[in-house]
């Protein structure tokens, strides 16, 4: 199937239907589990339609840094516990320390580069809502 937008440097895509939808904002050649997306539902009110939703991080994005800090600080515990009880294995409690401490900076970093673009994102869903489906705020 061919690029209808091979062209476009980033674009809104999602799923829906005449009940929910939700949307993201994505950059070509940028994969993010961590990006921001629309999650709303849509319901009839005074001859239009009502769109009411979130935009922040989706379940995944939420749950994944709890995820990894806890998976990773089992280790760091671990490799602590280790070099304080068995004075012969410091190197090995260091290590074992060591290289999760090492990946938990390495996950903030990358955790921190995924929020650069959060307002950018948050500005072109909404403008994607609100050119394609003709919003305007409610009084």
């Known amino acids: 199937m061919a690029d209808p937008m091979e062209d476009a440097k980033a674009r809104v895509f999602g799923s829906g239907d005449q009940y929910r939808m939700r949307l993201r904002y994505a950059r070509r050649g940028v994969q993010n589990a961590l990006a ?17 939703g979130t935009l922040g991080r989706s379940k995944a994005g939420r749950i994944f840094p709890y995820a990894w800090y806890g998976f990773l600080s089992m280790f ?39 929020e650069s673009h959060e307002e950018e994102d948050r500005r072109e869903i909404m403008r994607f809502v609100t050119r394609e489906l003709q919003t305007r705020p409610m009084p």
Not at 37 to 50: F, N, V
Not at 95 to 114: N, T, Y
């Open 76 to 114: 760091v515990i671990i490799g602590v516990v280790v070099s304080s009880l068995a004075p012969d294995a410091l190197l090995f409690g260091a290590i074992f320390a060591g290289v999760p401490l090492f990946m938990m900076a390495l996950g903030g970093v990358a955790m921190k580069a995924s």
């Open 36 to 52: 921001l997306e629309l999650d709303a539902s849509m319901e009839p009110r005074d001859g239009g339609t009502r769109i009411t």
